[in-house]
């Protein structure tokens, strides 16, 4: 099981345990769960809190933090000689209490029983809202709520000091990105290199999860390698790809430390952009540019999605696809029919990261409220950027033959949209440049290494494989 030192994770709880001041955190891990009968799992994945403040990547775990009189307390189950015959030796609870530095250890089986002592001794006990059906369950029958409102009940205070910490990562974090971006790195080179005419998109996503599974991890979200590139989550199919499509491949790896990569590039299966690919390609490589260049600490990042916007609609506007006054459009949102989703979100222990703990804490402000204008409203972040801040820059130009059709017969910001030149783009699919970044003290890193781009970049990559 792969931690940072334990001093790390002691740390970390005592920030938050300082930040919170009064009452107690229940942090919930998360369990096995049967993906076809109980016995046969889903692979197991801890849930981030748990593993940013405890470190532990196993099952059936949950931790309670005395804000006031600084007590830690792990819950589990010691392991039985049923679970050693069947999974090997596993370690005790004390040992797992030791590997993150918690001495008091208690059986599982009294949690229900200490969180109900402590509320009936007038105890605030802060808990997340769960988003796996079991701990919501746990936490309705410990707290007495109708699972419907568990979520609502979870602690404001407890989202935001937990919001405020994971957001800024610390530089052993930023070590463990970067090895995920460089995971990331040579899964999508490995896609490019089995890109050809002929095999499927399954194929491609297979050889993608390959390099992921080797190198010690796992894919951090399910793959889109995909010839429907306009489909925001379109995961790959029995589909064969031939010469002329243009497929998308947004892949990351979660490294053995649990952090993310989230990359996408776009590229023409015969090796060669065609000259309508490689002008919205540019459109949207430019933007992605533009925006990584604007990043710096107390740059909205709202601001610099707008800028994206306009952006495109400037290049689109160059081929004869848009008409009028640019800020005027993206102000409207006449932009969306084609860039309709955010142009990026933090990374971190989460491919989305801490997309569970709420946008409105983790990409927005008491001051900012995210928009709910057709495509703003899919903006995960928006507020002010800081030091130490991960995030994604994904500008991408989709065309969905729906979406315009449904526009088109709306007569949708008519003035800004040229609908009879639409028609000649209804298949193109979409395209989109994904990177990570790192905000530092003035400006932004690239996460990873540089990985090909530009149309030139991508043709000569292809053609040597
Ligand atoms: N891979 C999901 C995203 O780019 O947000
Ligand atoms: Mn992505
Ligand atoms: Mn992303």
Same mark, same amino acid.
């Given at each position: 099981?792969?931690?940072?030192?334990k001093?790390?994770?002691?740390?970390?709880?005592?920030?938050?345990?300082?930040?919170?001041?009064?009452?107690?955190?229940?942090?919930m891990?998360?369990?096995?769960?049967?993906?076809?009968?109980?016995?046969?799992?889903?692979?197991?994945?801890?849930?981030?809190?748990?593993l940013?403040?405890?470190?532990?990547?196993?099952?059936?775990?949950?931790?309670v933090?005395?804000?006031?009189?600084?007590?830690e307390m792990?819950?589990?189950t010691?392991?039985?000689?049923?679970? =050693?015959?069947?999974?090997?030796t596993?370690?005790?609870?004390?040992s797992?209490?030791?590997?993150?530095?918690?001495?008091?250890?208690?059986?599982?089986?009294?949690?229900?029983?200490?969180?109900?002592? $402590?509320?009936a001794a007038?105890?605030t006990?802060?808990?997340?809202?769960?988003?796996?059906?079991?701990?919501?369950?746990?936490? $309705?029958?410990i707290f007495? @709520?109708p699972p419907?409102e568990?979520?609502?009940q979870?602690?404001?205070?407890? @989202?935001?000091?937990?919001v405020? +910490?994971? $957001?800024?990562?610390?530089?052993?974090?930023i070590?463990? =990105?970067?090895k995920?971006?460089?995971?990331s790195?040579?899964? +999508?080179?490995a896609?490019m +290199?089995?890109?050809?005419s002929?095999?499927?998109?399954?194929?491609?996503?297979g050889?993608?999860?390959?390099v992921?599974?080797?190198a010690?991890?796992?894919?951090?979200?399910?793959?889109?390698f995909?010839?429907?590139?306009?489909t925001?989550? *379109?995961?790959?199919?029995d589909?064969?790809?031939?010469?002329?499509?243009l497929?998308?491949?947004d892949?990351?790896?979660? *490294?053995?430390?649990?952090?993310?990569?989230?990359?996408?590039?776009?590229?023409?299966? *015969?090796?060669?952009?065609?000259?309508?690919q490689?002008?919205?390609?540019?459109i949207?490589?430019?933007?992605e540019?533009?925006?990584?260049?604007?990043?710096k600490?107390?740059?909205l990042f709202?601001d610099i999605?707008?800028?994206?916007?306009?952006?495109?609609?400037?290049?689109?506007?160059?081929?004869?696809?848009?008409r009028?006054?640019?800020?005027?459009?993206?102000?409207?949102?006449?932009h969306?029919?084609?860039?309709?989703?955010?142009l990026?979100?933090?990374?971190?222990?989460?491919?989305?990261?801490?997309?569970?703990?709420?946008?409105?804490y983790v990409g927005?402000?008491?001051?900012?409220?995210?928009?709910?204008?057709?495509?703003?409203?899919?903006?995960?972040?928006?507020?002010?950027?800081?030091?130490g801040?991960v995030?994604t820059v994904e500008?991408?130009?989709?065309? =969905?033959?729906?979406?315009i059709?449904?526009?088109?017969?709306?007569?949708?910001? $008519?003035?800004?949209?040229n609908?009879d030149?639409?028609?000649a783009?209804? *298949?193109?699919?979409?395209a989109?440049?994904?990177?990570n970044?790192?905000?530092?003290?003035?400006?932004?890193?690239?996460l990873?290494d540089?990985?090909?781009?530009?149309?030139?970049?991508?043709?000569?990559?292809m053609?040597?494989?």
């Amino acid at each position: 099981m792969a931690m940072f030192k334990k001093e790390i994770y002691i740390q970390r709880r005592q920030q938050l345990k300082q930040d919170i001041a009064k009452g107690i955190i229940l942090l919930m891990g998360n369990h096995e769960v049967g993906m076809n009968y109980a016995d046969n799992c889903f692979p197991f994945r801890q849930d981030s809190c748990f593993l940013y403040f405890l470190g532990l990547n196993r099952p059936g775990l949950a931790g309670v933090l005395d804000a006031e009189e600084g007590i830690e307390m792990l819950f589990g189950t010691e392991p039985t000689i049923d679970d =050693i015959v069947w999974m090997g030796t596993q370690p005790s609870l004390a040992s797992l209490g030791e590997q993150t530095g918690m001495s008091l250890v208690k059986p599982f089986s009294e949690l229900e029983g200490f969180v109900k002592k $402590a509320i009936a001794a007038g105890r605030t006990v802060h808990f997340l809202p769960p988003y796996r059906p079991d701990n919501r369950m746990t936490i $309705a029958t410990i707290f007495n @709520l109708p699972p419907a409102e568990v979520s609502q009940q979870a602690s404001a205070s407890l @989202l935001k000091a937990i919001v405020s +910490q994971r $957001a800024v990562k610390s530089p052993e974090e930023i070590i463990e =990105i970067t090895k995920s971006v460089n995971i990331s790195n040579q899964m +999508q080179l490995a896609a490019m +290199q089995h890109t050809v005419s002929g095999v499927t998109e399954n194929y491609v996503a297979g050889k993608i999860l390959d390099v992921a599974i080797s190198a010690g991890g796992n894919i951090a979200y399910p793959t889109i390698f995909t010839v429907n590139g306009q489909t925001l989550h *379109n995961h790959p199919t029995d589909r064969v790809l031939k010469n002329g499509d243009l497929v998308l491949c947004d892949c990351g790896a979660e *490294n053995s430390m649990y952090y993310a990569g989230d990359l996408t590039r776009t590229y023409p299966v *015969n090796k060669k952009f065609s000259a309508v690919q490689k002008e919205i390609y540019e459109i949207v490589l430019g933007a992605e540019i533009a925006a990584a260049k604007a990043l710096k600490p107390g740059v909205l990042f709202l601001d610099i999605h707008l800028a994206a916007c306009e952006y495109i609609f400037d290049g689109l506007k160059q081929l004869g696809l848009v008409r009028g006054d640019t800020k005027e459009a993206v102000q409207q949102g006449a932009h969306a029919l084609f860039f309709l989703c955010g142009l990026g979100h933090m990374m971190g222990l989460d491919v989305h990261d801490m997309e569970d703990l709420g946008e409105a804490y983790v990409g927005y402000t008491d001051t900012l409220k995210k928009s709910d204008q057709f495509g703003l409203k899919s903006l995960r972040l928006g507020r002010a950027l800081e030091p130490g801040f991960v995030l994604t820059v994904e500008p991408g130009i989709y065309f =969905i033959p729906e979406l315009i059709d449904l526009w088109a017969v709306e007569k949708k910001h $008519a003035p800004f949209i040229n609908y009879d030149k639409l028609t000649a783009f209804r *298949n193109f699919g979409g395209a989109r440049v994904e990177e990570n970044f790192f905000i530092t003290r003035n400006g932004a890193t690239l996460l990873g290494d540089p990985l090909v781009k530009n149309v030139e970049g991508i043709e000569a990559f292809m053609m040597g494989h």
